[in-house]
């Protein structure tokens, strides 16, 4: 391996514990679908027969350690924090309402306070989405759009479907919306295109999901959009357009070439150096399709550095992820991970090896999760099978 790569690899895992693999056999799933072609020069994505490894993991985690179901539920404290960033913001935009928009005292603050601060908040709408802020399903979903209202832009009651979807449905082409499009592959898998994706991340992921697939406008919908055109009205009436910039600013900051950034790119992108025939699907090569990252940026993002931990475990709250990880601790160290964000941005723009097409692919599997307001225990993201409840939940 590179000796300079962000990503540490620990030994082979354990055999016994069950923490890689699937629910489906290899061989049985090759059998029973089609044949994914596998095109060198056009089609470079790693396709696999395989089924997600979260469940199974988390299965077998279960079975070794019951306890762990203890740790599901909303926390309490995430509230607070959210409280405290959302009048950070507010105040940070008043401040600087005479300040010029193009000026280094409005830039330093947008990106040094207002990128971490809204990253935070971006993560805590993701946090909220899997129903972990408070009991109640419509308490989050209102709690998600007070979130929502420092970024300038509604966006919170469209993300949990999408997300959710992702989890029921991670690598699934056409319904995963965090995977690069084919289209996107082609044009930016190059130094110059993919510096030109890590700036405008954030448009990417943004408008990406209504490419793939549009969901049905919804109350939710309507009330988010709503509350966030009424709060950046009375923003600018009492602030002026300068606050609002700022917000939106630190938005775009927040997706763009900054440190906290890179958790979107290092989550599921292939950052091992693996043999050009482990992305044809025949050859059964096993490919890491999520990775962890344990630093200290952890502190300012809910903790979703620990990606395998919450995919794992997506009803298990932020401040519950550590213990997960040293619970579990056999089943997590062998796990590919980054040492740094950072350095995931620039060795993903720098290094031939890694870019656009790397990410793992499924033709089949998963399932959509619907955009209604009325959500089942199991749409909180856990992927159990339909109908079965969600340990520690309730």
Known sequence: MHQFSSLTTAAEPRPDNGARGSTLSIRAAKESQEPVPHEKGSDRFFWTYTEEPHRTRRQAIIKAYPEVTKLCGHEPLTKYVVFGVVVLQIVCAYVLRRTAVLSWPFFLTAYIIGATANQNLFLAIHEISHNLAFRSPLANRLFAMFANLPIGVPYSAAFRPYHLTHHKSLGVEGLDTDLPTSLEAIFLDSVLG???????QILFYALRPMMVYQLPLTKIHLLNIITQVLFDYILVR?????????????????????????HFIAEHYVFEKLPDSARDPQTLTSVPETYSYYGPLNFFTYNVGLHNEHHDFPAVPWTKLPVLNRMAKEFYDDLPQHASWTYVLWQFIWDKDVGMYCRVKRREGGRKVGGGGTWKEEELGANEEKGKPISGVK
């Open 194 to 200: 993919k510096a030109f994706f890590c700036t405008f």
């Open 238 to 262: 009492f602030a002026g357009w300068n606050a609002l910039a700022y917000l939106i600013m630190s938005s775009f900051l927040a997706g763009s070439l900054h440190p906290c950034a890179g």
